[in-house]
């Protein structure tokens, strides 16, 4: 583990506003980079966000971190893991990995994703995964470098009359 990351999990503060920010942002994703029409994706946020936070709370089996400066204490990211148990074994699920702004080209998303394969080796998980629009190119730079490979890729093309 890193000498410079510390992972808490999230107080119930940084989860509400982590709950508010992270909704619009998916919402925000999902029409700029996967064109949908905004009011479906506000919708399908809603539906999925009340399954995944009931009651403003992590659902079962999700789990909710904030990685902090070492040195500081300082916030310089979040990552939201979600662990699966199946009859094929563990598995888990990198929902959100974000760097703050201003933080970001500095190393700390590679550290939270070294921390989350760590997590999930912990658990005897026997893979991680995650999604990635694929306007996200540092992003996705970030997981090939890391091992990360793609599984399928869905592509669009806007037609205008």
């Known amino acids: 583990m890193s000498q410079r990351l510390q992972m808490d999990p999230m107080t119930s503060t940084e989860l509400s506003a982590y709950i508010a920010y992270s909704g ?39 789990h909710l971190f904030t990685g902090r400066n070492a040195a500081t204490g300082e916030p310089v990211g979040i990552l939201w893991l979600f662990e699966r148990t199946t009859a094929a074994g563990t598995s888990v699920f990198i929902y959100d990995i974000e760097v703050r702004e201003g933080l970001r080209g500095l190393g700390w998303g590679r550290e939270l994703m070294t921390y989350a394969e760590q997590w999930a080796r912990e658990r005897g998980a026997r893979e991680i995964a995650l999604n990635v629009f694929g306007g996200n190119a540092v992003g996705r730079r970030l997981y090939s470098s ?13 037609l205008t009359p």
Do not use: I
């Open 24 to 62: 619009q942002v998916y919402v925000d994703d999902r029409v700029t980079q996967g064109g949908e029409d905004r009011r479906d994706a506000e919708e399908t946020e809603a539906r999925q966000f009340a399954e995944y936070f009931p009651g403003g709370q992590p659902g079962r089996d999700h």
């Open 146 to 158: 890391l091992g990360y490979s793609e599984r399928s890729v869905a592509m669009a093309k806007r």
